[in-house]
């Protein structure tokens, strides 16, 4: 299971979370299938507010397989959200990173990639309590940051992005990811290279680049109940509009225990992006949890304050252009399990983001806007 439990790249939640993830055997090789999908309506107050109906989703295939003394993995991810999220995003206020239609994305969230990941893992033991892994993807996860928002077990029911994506865990669709790694007991040594740039705005196709990124990552699992990373890289020009590289640098610290019906699962999570260019450091805290209640019932949470100095960089002729401001978000949220069927688990939830700004933005966003999120989830589940 070291492969398998695996989320993205070759991070990896806390062991004792209980990934709803479905196992098969065909002849030799062992067959992992993962899969959620949200039908999401956002509606939001506001002057820079939108309001949409979109989905955001994933799926993941994985097969395993022995060689030699160790074991090799193939993994293929994809999501349908480049036909699912029209006009190439999805109102989320305050959110920034990456472009549509040439001009960078302001108040709204890219969706992903249909070629999610697409990787080979090789794991090989080398006495009693270490082992070599190797993994190269074409698409894949770099060793930089927690586990990305999409598979991070604190953020199961919580359909939108972390406002602090782009400073915490944005490198998990990287092209050209070469990584190594040694684990030995309980601390998880890796360096990666890739290609550092963000994918671009055609998110059916397959990209590629030269590696001209590196990152490493340090890890800690004192039980199976926690894990704990921190990580550095330099991206190369990570912004497409944007010049520059930046080096990013990440921490976080993971918490999970198995209850009636999930997993109470808690993220602590900074990011720190320091440009070369001009010499400034913007910083992302991040602060979510889920919690099950009574089988059915999930209680999530997710608390950030981020530096955002893009929030005016579809509009250079603004006197705010390229001005930092500190950004809170303040999300509370339910999901109520419907029924499980054929092995999907189905639910209902919402939740409602409640900001903080400075003043010189109150003109633009008003004093108190506010997002509600209504939405039904889809989980491939076969624990229940």
């Known amino acids: 299971m070291y492969l398998m439990n695996q989320a993205s790249g070759t991070s990896v939640n806390p062991d004792a979370w209980q990934m709803p993830m479905m196992m098969k055997m065909t002849g030799s090789w062992s067959m992992m299938f993962m899969g959620q999908a949200f039908v999401v309506d956002t509606q939001a107050t506001g002057p820079r507010a939108g309001d949409k ?14 060689l030699g003394k160790g074991s090799v993995r193939f993994d293929l991810m994809i999501s ?9 995003r999805y109102p989320e206020l305050f959110q920034t990173g990456e472009t549509a239609f040439g001009k960078p994305l302001v108040d709204a969230q890219h969706p992903h990639n249909f070629i999610m990941g697409l990787g080979v893992h090789y794991a090989y033991p080398v006495g009693e309590h270490t082992i070599l892994q190797m993994y190269y993807a074409p698409i894949g996860d770099p060793a930089l940051g927690p586990v990305a928002f999409p598979h991070r077990a604190s953020a199961e029911e919580l ?9 915490e865990d944005s490198t998990h669709i ?8 040694v684990q030995y007991r309980k601390v998880s040594l890796e360096a990666s290279g890739f290609n550092g740039t963000e994918p671009g705005e055609n998110r059916w196709n397959i990209g590629s680049g030269a590696v001209n990124s590196w990152a490493g990552r340090l890890s800690y699992f004192p039980s199976p109940n926690w894990s704990a990373q921190v990580s550095v890289g330099r991206l190369s020009r990570p ?6 590289d930046v080096v990013r640098t990440t921490a976080s610290v993971s918490y999970s225990v198995p ?7 808690t993220s602590l999570i900074w990011g720190r992006n320091h440009e070369l260019l001009s010499g400034r450091n913007g910083d992302a805290y991040l602060l979510e949890s889920v919690v099950p209640f009574h089988k059915r019932n999930f209680f999530t949470g ?3 304050l981020v530096d955002k100095d893009e929030l005016f960089a579809d509009d250079p002729q603004s006197p705010l252009f390229g001005q930092s401001f500190r950004i809170g978000g303040y999300t509370a949220g339910y999901t109520r399990d419907i029924g499980h069927f ?4 189905t639910g209902t939830g919402a939740n409602v983001t409640a900001y903080s700004m400075p003043e010189t933005l109150h003109p633009l966003y008003g004093a108190h806007p506010v997002t509600v999120d209504v939405y039904l989830r889809f989980r491939l589940n076969p624990n229940e």
């Open 80 to 88: 349908l959200e480049p036909a699912t999220v029209t006009d190439r």
């Open 342 to 345: 054929h092995k999907v688990q």
């Open 239 to 244: 912004e497409r509009q944007a010049p520059g």
């Open 174 to 181: 990287a092209y050209n990811v070469v990584t190594a790694a």
């Open 259 to 265: 209850r009636e019906g999930g997993s109470w699962s």
């Open 53 to 66: 109906f979109y989905s955001t989703n994933y799926g993941m295939f994985g097969a395993q397989h022995s």
């Open 302 to 304: 997710r608390i950030e």
């Open 159 to 167: 359909p939108q992005a972390p406002l602090g994506h782009h400073w």
